[in-house]
Structure formats: structure tokens, C-alpha cells
């Protein structure tokens, strides 16, 4: 049996519900939201602890030190809703990859959640009780570390989907099966230090801009927010050139065992040099901040791109190709999705301002536009019900 | 068809256990909270009670941190450990359903940003957008909860899947609509001991407190009886026959099924001790509650997922996760039925054929070098390891003491089927128990697994080695 046959027999029978490049896509544009929440939590869980040891938690730094720590569980909060949306579909499209990297590492994939709750409650743990005064700051500490070791475990199980050609060897060292899920097999440094560490410097970066810039507007103090800007833009200016190497380092170390060298090095540096432009130019971070956002967030999609080219170059050498993945056009699911995204989005997007606008200012209002939106999304979600027991109706009854 | 995770410790499924338990326990209370913390919003609103504020900030932050913090992780929890222990038996929910797990996910966003919004807009919006956040939350947890258990519910009762291979009518299933109204009504049950818990915690003075422990405790009674009502009248007629078999069974370990009673029993009393006795709630006593309602449910989701032993999909998928049946409506055919042709070795990427497996003496195979003995080990990891501890990776020892729940060895032993021929009589046989399937594989094979279960039962009980030696002189 070649590799390509392999993975063609390790597909589900079933096929995808719907057509496999746009769940592609899907998969793209949600892992994009997905690293830059997880790598926004690492960035400020380290600079709350940056700022309460080596500056001692004194003057500004207490002030970013308090901030960082209230961001951290919420950032990680939406770091892990966001990445259940790719969970959902790199398994849907990538099942032989994925299912292979999860039972080889089945020790460390079972063991992920306990590493997640470990750093997700520590930092709770330091928002509520320690982030005042800096107190309890090896919560804080081993948060990190543990949310470090949860993104290294992510790492490797892609590490070991992508190369197809090694998993029977992983799994039977010289013939003799192991089922304890327990090595890691693959790794990428360089890719580790470009996706997390980097990456996490760069959100950081730019949440600081962006933080300064949304409580401005609410009056708080300037003199903090200005130097928290400054700050931010100084940490964007001085990590953008090494993010850009670090990428070519990881286009010379991964790349040639998928002939993808070009492929990683060029898009990389590119992205690289571009924000050091960025960041070399920008004289306003604070005030500029939306739009810094909005260039950081395409650069995380080019990484995106480029981590999926690299999957896609991957599977090349053996023939296979997501274009003839089988796949029937499931109405029924099709159709309850796109209701429910419809409503989700309506929904969320009325939550999302309520929150926005009621932080935005001392006294906190909602205005009138966003109450009519709540008014009728509210309604929607009441209506979905409706939806759903109709459509349960029709397949108890007449669908057969 | 994958690689296969036995686990380390304890058995893979074991993990999955403890996670589930631990989930549905608080996605339950999540949901039926934010039902609760609803009801007295609008009260507090048309009865400009100001004071139910507080018992509502509490709850709320209790609620961010704990139950979607924790109950929210444990979901992924739940999918990281399937993925890891049985990966097709998901890859079947996900290839049918992954559209309305998307669905769900919006869901899940509504809850999770939405608890955030609520508990960080207390006093900062007006009193109707906040009750308005409350409806939003409450809608959003049922929504999450209809949508799963029309996927769980699809692994025991596919219903007309099976015949026509479309998505609705596996996830609107013979047991979706008993299982929504089952869950929606014990999970009022949780809810209370968790608002007698944090009420318990409000200052003594505060006046409320008794009135809301009142309120919860009589929530959770009408759902604890109409829970078990609707089990009775509606869920259990709906399951399948072969499921109703399996209930006695010895599927389901001993301790389950008065543990569940117990569980019901003590909730009942706890329940009704608090709708008397307010004023003598303490949080102690409501942390007690939740630990008696987690053990319960650990044997009634437990249950429920032995029922469809032994498939992980019933009627389809088996759960050493190959198909056994046919499902013309989307051209799919057994696996099984090739497999017992050909044999399984050699036929499936990660079941190596023989001339691929190394005969070294090492510990996984009990220091036996022999080649028909380590092809045994591959069969019993593929045909018996989902169930089975098949080695003692999944044999956690404690202070000397062996702690193996699932051990094959164990079972033989029990059996007293000590020698691999009386291994090999029984194995032609074995699917003659309702939660097994048969062996599918040649007469060689069939062989090497008994030599393999031989040697793993003579290395855990050397008394068995014995045995057998004693009845092969006498013969
Ligand atoms: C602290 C927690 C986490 C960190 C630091 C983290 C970090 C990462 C990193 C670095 C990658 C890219 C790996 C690579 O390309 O080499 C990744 C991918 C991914 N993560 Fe996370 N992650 C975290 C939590 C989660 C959680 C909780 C989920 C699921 C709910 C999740 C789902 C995913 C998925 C689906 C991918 C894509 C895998 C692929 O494309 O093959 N992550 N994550």
C-alpha cells in the first residue's frame, strides 16, 4: 500500500456535506481568529508578569500589569471557542491527518484539555486575586508555562499530520506496536518560535495599541495610554525584522522536505519586511490603532495561507488532493447552518456592541440603534426554535 | 483503520468518562442557571427588587469563571479524548454533522460572549437591555443543548439513517425528542443545588436568601420528577430492543444502577430538606449535592453509552470502528465482510501484516518470542483493545495494589479459560454475547489472539500459568 493509497482508504465513507474548498476556507479564516486570540493571551499573561518582577510593579507598569492580567482569561476564553471552528473543520476535510497526529500522540491530545484548564484557571486565579498588587505571581507563571505547553502539543500534532510517510514507523518502531501516545514525534522549532512566541509579541503589540486607543475615548488617564502606544509600537518595530528571519529560518528547516522552501520563504519575509514598514511609519499608535489591528490581522491570514500551502504541498507528493475528497451536498445541514448563521451573526454582533459601547464610556449607555438591533436580534433566536422543531417535524413525519 | 491509543494508566475510555461526567454536569447546571438567574431578572425588574441583584452578580461570576471556563473546556475535552480513543466512531458524527455542530458553535459563541457581556454590564446598561442579555443567554444554552443531543442521540437510535443516509433523519432520531425534554428537566435539578450554593454564601442578613432557595429548590423538584416521568413513559419505551438487552447485562458494571438510585433518592430528599428548611442551607451541604448528582450522572451517561455496545454507532459502525453493515443510500459497503475474507493482518494500514512484525522477546509481549504470539498482540489491540485493557500500560498499580477495570485477563481468569485452546473454543463463540461481536479474521488468526491472551493472562495471574500446566499433564 503506498502512502497515497493510505490516505485515500483512511478517508470517511461518508464524505463531506458540503464542498471541501470552502470548508478549506473556513478552516483558513477561523484559525486566523483562533492564534491571534491564543497568542493575545500569552502576550499580555507575559507582560503582566514582565511587569510585575523585573519592573517590580511600579508606576506605568503596574497600571499595564493589571490591564495584561484582566486580558488573559478573556483573551484565552475566545482563543478556545475560536479553535473549535477549525477543530471541526480540519477534521471534516483532513481526517486522515488528523485522527492519525491524535492517536499517535493520544497520550498528549487527552491530556491537552487538563493543560488548557491548568493555565486557563491559573490565570483567573491572578486576574481575581493577584493582578491588584502581584501578589500570588507564580500563578501567573505557571499559567504561561502551561498555556505554552498546551500551543507546543498543537504544534506537534500538526507536525505529525503533515508527514504521512513516518506515522507507520512512529507507530511500530522496528515492529513492535506502541500504544501509549506518548513520544513527540515531529516538532518544527523555528515554525514554533514564528507561530507562538513571535506571534504573541506582535498581537500583544497591537492589542496595546488598540487598548490605548478604545480607552482614550472613554477618558482614561492619557499620560498612561500614550507611553502603553508607544510601548506597543517600539515591541512591534523591533519584533517584525526578527519575525521576518524567523520565518525564512523556518522555510530553510521544514521546507525541503515538502519542496516548499520558496513557497514558506518568500510570503514570510515579505510579511515581515512589510510590518517593519508599517510599524517604522506609524507616528500615531495610538490613534491609528483600528487600522494596526486590521494589518495584523492580515498578516496572521498570510500565515494562514502559508501554513495551508504547506499542508497542501505536503500531501502533493503523494497525489493526494483535497479537490477529489468525496462529497455530497447534504441540504437538510446545510440548510439549518446557514439559518443559524444568519441569527449567530446577528446575535453576537448585538452582544459584541452592548459590550463595546457600555465600556466605551464612565456611565456606560447603549444606544438606540444597537436596542432595536438587540430588540429583533433576540427575536431571531426565539424564531430559531420555531425553525428547528419545523424541520424536526418534517424529518420525524415526512422525510424518508 | 487508525493507529490506536489504549491509553497509559487507565484505559482510554476511562478518560473520556471522567471527562463527560464532568461536562454534562456542568453544561446542565450552565444552562438550567441561566433559565433560573432569567426568572428572577424579571422579577427583580417588574418588582424593582434591587436586592436580587446580588444574588445575580454572584451567580453570574460563579458562572463565567466555573461553568464556562470549566464545562465549555471539557466539551473540547470530551472531543480531544474521543478523537484520541475511538477516531472513526467521530468521524462519523463529524462527516454527518458537522453542519450542525457549526451550528452549535454559534450557539456556543452566544453563550460564552454572552455571559461575558452580562456579568461585565451589570450596572452599566439600563435594566431592560441587561434582562434582555439574561433572554439571550438562556435561549443560547437551549439552543447548544437541542442541537448536541440530536448527535449524541444518533450513536444509540440512527433510526431511518440507516435507510436513507440522510443527516436529518439521524439527527431528528427515535430517542432526539424524549432525550431534549429528559435533560431539560433534570438539569433543573442541578440548578438548584447550585443556586442553593451560592445563595448559601450571601450574607446572613440578606433577605432574599431564603426566598430564592425556596424558588430553586421547587424548580429543581418539578424537573427532578418530570425527568424521571418522561424516562419512563417516553425514553426508555423508545430505545432500541437490543439496548433494553443490554441493561442487566454485565455490560454494566455492578455498582451502577444503585448508584443512579441513590443519586436520585438523595437529590429528591436534598431537594425537598431545602424547599422546608431554607434558612438551614449551607454551602457544604450544596457541594455535597453536586458531588452525589456527579456520580449519578457518571452511571446514567455511562450507561447510556454501554447501551449500544457493541457498536460505537449502532447498527454500523463496531466499535473496534469498522463497518459492518451496508448503507446502500450512500454506496457504502461493510468493511467487515472483506476482512473476514482476506484476514485482518496485512488488510488495514495501521494492522501490520505478519512478516512486518518483529517476534522480539520484549515486555510487550511478556518476554515470549514467538511470532505467532506477537501477532496476537496486534489482534488484540484492533479487535478487543476499545473495550479491553489488552496490556498493562492501562494497568494503573497504587500502592501494590493492580487496579485494572477493564483487564481481559481479569476476565479469563473469571472464566477460567486458562489455556489458548479453551481461549480459542471461546473466541469462535463470542459473539454470541449480546455486547460483543464476533472475531473477524482467519482460523490463524483467531489462533495467535488466543496465544496472545494466554500469555497476558499467564504473566498477570502466574497461578493461571500453573493451571494450565496441571491440566495439560493431566491430559
Ligand atoms: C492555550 C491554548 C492554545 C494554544 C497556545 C494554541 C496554539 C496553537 C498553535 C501554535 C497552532 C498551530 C500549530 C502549527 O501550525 O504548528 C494551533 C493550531 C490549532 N489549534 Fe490551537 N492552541 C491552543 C488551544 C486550542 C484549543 C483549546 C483548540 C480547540 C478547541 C485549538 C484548536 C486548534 C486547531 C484546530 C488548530 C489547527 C490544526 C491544524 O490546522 O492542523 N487550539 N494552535
Redesign the pocket.
Known sequence: MTVGEMLKLMRDPLGAPFYPPALQVLLVVT?VL??FF?TT??GTSALSIFAFTAKKGAGLWLQAGRLAARLTPNA?GL??VT??A??LF?QTIYDPL?YAANTLTGFWSALFIFV?MG?YSLAYVFYLKGSRDGRLLFTAILSLIL?FL??WV??VL??V?IRPEQWKQWYMPSGVIDTRGVTFHAYNIP??VF??PLQAVLSLAVVMMFASWYLRKRGDDTSFLHWLAALGRTMALVVSPLYGLTGLAWAVTEGPEFGATTLIAVPLVAIGIALTIYFLRLKQPAIRAPLSLGVWLLAVFGVAIV?EAVRVASLARYGYTLADYPYHFDWGSILVFGVTTIVGVMVVLYLILVLYQANASQEGTVSLRVERLGKVATGMLGAWFGFFVLMGLYSTFVLR | MYPFWEGLGIHSTLYLAVVSAFHVLVSHLTVAAAWFNLYLERRAVKERREELYAYLKRSALGLLVFAYVFGALAG?GIWQTTTSANPRGISTLIHNFVLFWGSEWYMFLIDVIGIIAYYYTFDRVSRQTHLRLAWILALGGTGTLSIIVGILSFKLTPGLWLETGNSLNGFFNPTFWPQVFLRFAFMFAITAAWSVFVAAGLPKGYFDRERIIRKASAFGLVGLIVGVLVWLVWYEPALPLRAKAILPSPAIPQPTFPMIYFGLLATFIGLLFALIAPGRQRQFMALGALAIMFLAIFGAERTREVLRKPDIIFGYMSSNQLLFNDLPARGIVSEERALAQTGMLGHLPFVPAPDAIASTSGDMTFGIGDPEVSMGRALAIQQCGSCHSVSDQTALTIAGVRLDLRSQAFLLKRRNLVTADQIDTYLKAIGGFPYMHPFVGSDAERRALARYLEAFLHHTYPETAELAKMQSQAR
Do not use: E
Open positions: 484559525w483562533h492564534i491564543v493571551a500569552l484565552l482563543g478556545i479553535g473549535i477549525p477543530l480540519v488528523w488548557v493555565g498555556l498546551a500551543g498543537m504544534h500538526h507536525a499530520s515554525r514554533l507561530l507562538l501554513r | 473540547v
